[in-house]
């Protein structure tokens, strides 16, 4: 039986897509210390991506943008890259184990939601690892083409430092306006995207 783990990656940050990621594990090939992508190293979470991509049977990464997370909201979004993932795997699987509490609206495969199931399901977690090691690998961009802000740093999530740059510098267009305190901050202060 094909079991193909999802999971996302990015629903809490204050900017950019969220990510998701669709493995299907191959049996005779394990891979030691699959973990939670959270509670990993980016050194670790970064030597663990590179072997998931060789060893699976099949993975896929998706996102939805920060459009659609504005339009549709955060879960929104975060289920439609994760349905988005399982629709790019390139073999079907038998069953879909997502982590959380929630699935994908139409999913056509037999699924089934399990909370805290990356540190629960290795092909869970695998799909964590690399739905993180994406969405960071873009934060490390994002810092290139916006060096006022330290995504390569916070990531975009809410920290002092990120907020004191949106009150320096304003927003950019990659953060998610519908997300307090950003949506806050810009009626109050009337802040400017640059």
């Not at 940050?13 to 030691?32: C, K, R, S, W, Y």
């Not at 504005?70 to 073999?91: C, F, P």
Request: glycine share 6%; charged share 20%; proline share 5%.
């Amino acid at each position: 039986m094909l079991i193909a783990g999802v999971d996302e990656a990015g629903r809490g940050p204050l900017a950019g897509p969220v990510f998701a990621a669709a493995v299907i594990l191959d049996p005779n090939q394990a891979i030691e210390g699959l973990a939670d992508s959270k509670v990993l190293s980016p050194i670790k979470r970064t030597r663990l991506d590179v072997l998931i991509k060789q060893r699976a049977l099949c993975w896929a990464i998706a996102e939805a943008s920060v459009e659609e997370i504005d339009e549709l909201n955060i879960l929104q979004a975060s289920l439609l890259a994760m349905n988005r993932a399982i629709s790019a795997l390139t073999t079907v699987p038998d069953q879909v184990l997502i982590d959380g509490n929630q699935l994908p609206n139409d999913l056509l495969i037999p699924a089934q939601a399990i909370v805290k199931g990356d540190s629960k399901i290795a092909a869970i977690s695998a799909a964590s690892i690399l739905a993180k090691v994406a969405r960071d690998r873009l934060m490390d961009t994002y810092h290139v083409y916006y060096p006022d802000f330290s995504f390569h740093l916070h990531k975009a999530y809410g920290t002092k430092q990120h907020f004191a740059e949106i009150k320096q510098f304003g927003f950019l267009d990659v953060h998610r306006k519908s997300f307090n305190p950003i949506k806050t901050l810009i009626a109050q202060q009337g802040l400017k995207s640059l």
